[in-house]
């Protein structure tokens, strides 16, 4: 079975630029979440989407990030502009029903 | 700040000894828990879970235990050895099945 799929795996970009990040999660899971793990901290969810529809996005900066999921395959995530702040790691996962969830490898960004 | 983000609670082992990772966690309307291991670079992989309707669940070489009266939660491993060295997550499952990440801590397996 496929894992959680990530790219880019790294970004540098400058403060105010702005980033996306692509995820496809295995094949079949209808729920797909983002996280956002800051270096020596757990990871902390962003969004949750059940097929293509949004669970949860409480702890969305919504000002900034967006997030989308055509079709409840694939997702991206976006920030716009970004701040110095949100240099972190962002994970992607998705879960079958059974209850774990299974995670990409992220993707690492570094804003300047 | 990241200084302080970098200061992991750390446990350090003889490698071949046993350790057991603590865990207290928020929620007690929480019914289903994880223990994660993230290597460094790499994305949080699933180690072992547990329902709320158990107290303990074995696999091979990890056992984890869940005391609901005290919302603790331990993972322990049996004979530690080098590729053990990692930070470990315990999660917790909220009614909308969202995960809540506990802090972390660094296992660090002495040769």
């Known amino acids: 079975e496929a894992g959680v799929a990530q790219s880019p795996r790294y970004k540098i970009i400058e403060k105010r630029q702005s980033v996306a990040f692509w995820c496809n999660p295995i094949s079949g899971h209808a729920t797909l979440y983002w996280y956002q793990q800051i270096l020596g901290q757990g990871p902390k969810l962003l969004i949750q989407?059940?097929?293509?529809?949004?669970?949860?996005d409480s702890q969305l900066p919504k000002d900034r990030f967006s997030a989308e999921r055509l079709k409840g395959v694939d997702s991206t995530l976006k920030i716009q502009p970004a701040k110095l702040e949100d240099s972190a790691v962002y994970l992607c996962?998705?879960?079958?029903?059974?209850?774990?969830?299974?995670f990409g490898p992220g993707t690492r960004l570094l804003v300047l | 700040g990241e200084s302080v983000g970098l200061h992991l609670p750390t446990l350090s082992v003889q490698e071949g000894d046993n350790s057991i990772i603590n865990c207290a966690y928020s929620n007690s309307a929480s019914d289903y828990f994880i223990w994660y291991k993230q290597e460094s670079g790499k994305g949080p992989q699933f180690i072992i879970d547990i329902r709320s309707n158990m107290d303990k669940r074995q696999g091979q070489r990890v056992t984890v235990l869940l005391n609901k009266t005290v919302k603790h939660l331990s993972l322990q491993i049996a004979a530690t050895q080098p590729g053990d060295s990692a930070v470990y997550f315990c999660?917790?499952?909220?009614?909308?099945?969202?995960?809540?990440f506990g802090s972390g801590t660094r296992l660090l397996v002495r040769p």
């Open positions: 999660a917790e499952r909220d009614s909308s099945y969202k995960l809540i």
């Open positions: 989407f059940q097929n293509n529809g949004v669970v949860d």
């Open positions: 996962a998705s879960g079958g029903g059974s209850g774990e969830s299974n």
